[in-house]
C-alpha cells in the first residue's frame, strides 16, 4: 500500500501579478430551507475552498438558504434561486450557471427530498466541468452517468452509490471512468482507473457533523487551481486529517469541523 506523504501539499507559488480569478472559481450548489444545518454546511465547505486557496467561490442554495450563507461567510457570493429546495425546475439555470466556474461543488446541505435526489442526478450528469459530488448529491448518482468528478463517499454512502449503479465495489475501477473516488474510512482510499493512494492522517474525533463539507471544499478549492482530480483528492484527504490530527494534540476529543478550517494556516501555508 502507497500512503501519502507531506510532499502532496506542495504548490507552486502564486505569481506576483496574478489577479483575482488566476487561482480558480468556485461554484457551490447546496442548500435546503428545511434544513436547519444547511447553511453552515455549505458555509464551512465555501470556506475550505477558499482557505485551499481558489480565489472565488459563489454558493448556488434556496434564497433563504442562501441570505443564511451570507451572514456566516461574507467572503463568498451567493446565488439565491426561488425555492424552499432545488427541484429539477432550476436544473437547466444551474448547469448554464456552471459553465463560468472551473470546479463545482454539489452536495453540502441539499436535503434528501424525491426532487432534490432527481435535480442532483441531473446537473451531475450534465455538468461536464470537473466536478466535486459530496454528501446527499452521491446518493443520487449512477457512477457511470457522471464523468470528471471527485466523489467522496462514507461507507454508508459507497454502499448507496454502488447499488444504484448496479455494481460491487470489486467493480469499482472498471467503472469509474475518468472519476476519482475518496473513499473516507479509517484509512481513505483514493482510487482512479489507474491507481489507489492511501491516507491514514485523521483520528476517530473527526466523524463529527461538518468535516466532510469542509474535505469536499478542500478539494474543490484545490481542483479549481488546476491540480487534477487525482491529486485535489489526495491533497484535500491529507490536509483535513493533518489538520484533526494537529487538533486531537491540542484539543483532544472536543475540537469540531469549523476548528479544522480554522486551523488549516497552522499545517498548510
Known amino acids: 500500500m502507497k500512503y501519502l506523504k507531506r510532499s502532496i501539499l506542495r504548490m507552486k507559488k502564486r505569481e506576483d501579478h496574478a489577479r483575482k480569478g488566476f487561482f480558480g472559481k468556485t461554484l457551490l450548489v447546496g442548500g435546503n430551507e428545511s434544513f436547519v444545518g444547511a447553511p453552515a454546511m455549505a458555509a464551512m465547505a465555501a470556506e475550505s475552498v477558499l482557505r485551499a486557496g481558489s480565489d472565488i467561490v459563489v454558493i448556488a442554495a434556496p434564497a433563504k438558504t442562501a441570505w443564511a450563507v451570507s451572514c456566516i461567510i461574507p467572503d463568498a457570493i451567493t446565488k439565491k434561486f426561488k425555492c424552499s429546495h432545488f427541484t429539477r425546475a432550476q436544473a437547466a439555470g444551474i448547469i448554464r450557471l456552471a459553465e463560468e466556474f472551473d470546479v ?16 442532483s442526478r441531473e446537473i451531475c450528469r450534465r455538468i461536464n466541468k470537473p466536478k466535486v459530488i459530496d454528501a446527499d448529491a452521491l446518493k443520487a448518482i449512477r457512477i457511470q452517468e457522471v464523468n470528471n468528478a471527485i466523489l467522496t463517499p462514507h461507507a454508508k454512502e459507497l454502499e448507496i452509490m454502488l447499488k444504484n449503479s448496479r455494481i460491487k465495489e470489486k467493480e469499482l475501477k472498471k467503472n469509474i471512468g475518468t472519476n476519482v473516488v475518496l473513499a473516507k474510512g479509517h484509512i481513505d482510499q483514493i482510487i482512479s482507473k489507474d491507481q489507489t493512494l492511501y491516507n491514514r492522517t485523521g483520528n476517530a474525533v473527526m466523524t463529527k457533523a461538518g468535516t466532510g463539507d469542509v474535505l469536499a471544499g478542500l478539494c474543490a478549492g484545490f481542483a479549481a487551481q488546476g491540480t487534477g482530480l487525482f491529486r485535489a483528492a489526495c491533497m484535500a484527504a491529507y490536509l483535513n486529517g493533518k489538520v484533526g490530527d494537529y487538533l486531537l494534540k491540542k484539543r483532544g476529543r472536543t475540537f469540531i469541523a469549523s476548528d479544522l478550517i480554522k486551523n488549516i494556516h497552522k499545517v498548510f501555508k
Do not use: D, M, Q, S
Open 104 to 119: 463545482v461543488l454539489i452536495g453540502p446541505g441539499l436535503g434528501r427530498e424525491k426532487e432534490t435526489l432527481a435535480f
